[in-house]
Nanobody
Framework: QVQLVESGGGLVQAGGSLRLSCAVS????????MGWFRQAPGKQREFVAA????????NIANSVKGRFTISSDNAKNTVYLQMVSLQPEDTAVYYC?????????????????WGQGTQVTVSS
């Protein structure tokens, strides 16, 4: 059974940084694409970043480009989301997801397993 467990969320002041981790079991991430999505209260789920199986191709949402970086550690079967210069509008529950597509897609429907999410709150 595939399981994803996110960690690293918390409360941070505007301008601060956080690194989210997503530990995967039941699927080797070197054969999958991994994505991060977020959902703020009252809003639809939003794509944040994705990385493909090779770790060489990434896709970053325009809203976070230049501030967020996605990376993977195949030895640890873990994906990371490094977030810097956080702003209050980044406040959301952040979800990790895995899919078998080749490209690091922004389409949530292509991901077949999701984590339970980790809360990120940015205070002004």
């Amino acid at each position: 059974q595939v399981q994803l467990v996110e960690s690293g969320g918390g409360l941070v002041q505007a301008g601060g940084s956080l690194r989210l981790s997503c530990a995967v079991s039941g699927r080797t991430i070197s054969y999958a694409s991994m994505g991060w999505f977020r959902q703020a209260p009252g809003k639809q789920r939003e794509f944040v970043a994705a990385i493909n199986w090779s770790g060489r191709n990434t896709n970053i949402a325009n809203s976070v480009k230049g501030r967020f970086t996605i990376s993977s550690d195949n030895a640890k079967n873990t994906v990371y989301l490094q977030m810097v210069s956080l702003q209050p509008e980044d406040t959301a529950v952040y979800y990790c997801a895995t899919g078998l597509q080749i490209v690091p897609s922004a389409r949530g429907d292509l991901y077949d397993y999701w984590g339970q999410g980790t809360q990120v709150t940015v205070s002004s």
